[in-house]
């Protein structure tokens, strides 16, 4: 009988359980805590604790990760396991709509302007429209509450990933 991801995770060696969450994002001291702690009895412990570990994450661990982030509305390039991971997260942002990317586009150089790094949200869930407003609600952000908002969708992300590794 084939193992679950969950046991492969905690059964394997630290390079594959490793591979296979540090996709979920781009930093790398949180995949080796998530993995020095196997093994988990369930899913629900390895998803608090890759929680718990998140909750240390700051602006230098946003800089960090949000190198491997496209910009919304723009797909993803490369055929790492993250760019995977983001198109499809992005899926639902209808770049066919010639306006909506063109404000999304638009939003994100003035994102960029502001706050010097690209916009982070969630976009599973969400409808382009949905993420152009909250673009726009964020640019009127503080520097400081930027930051606290993006770290949260950054956590998000993460955690949404991870869940998703294991739900195969």
């Not at 942002?93 to 502001?114: H, I, K, P, S, W």
Request: glycine fraction near 8%; include cysteine; hydrophobic fraction near 40%.
């Amino acid at each position: 009988m084939a193992r679950s991801p969950l046991e492969a995770f905690n059964l394997g060696t630290e390079t594959d359980a490793l591979d296979l969450i540090a996709p979920c994002v781009a930093l790398p001291e949180w995949a080796k805590g998530v993995a020095a702690a196997r093994p988990y009895d369930s899913l629900n412990a390895l998803l608090a604790r890759a929680a718990q570990l998140s909750h240390g994450w700051d602006g230098n661990d946003l800089r960090r990760a949000l190198a491997a982030h496209p910009r919304i509305g723009e797909k993803a390039q490369g055929g790492s396991r993250e760019a995977s991971l983001s198109r499809g997260e992005q899926a639902a942002v209808n770049t066919q709509n010639d306006a909506l990317a063109l404000a999304l586009a638009r939003g994100n150089r003035e994102y960029e302007a502001r706050f010097g790094r690209v916009f982070l949200i969630r976009a599973k869930g969400r409808s382009g429209e949905e993420i152009l407003a909250e673009l726009h609600r964020r640019l009127k952000n503080s520097p400081e509450r930027e930051e606290t908002e993006a770290l949260e969708q950054l956590r998000q992300i993460t955690l949404l990933r991870l869940e998703g590794v294991f739900a195969r």
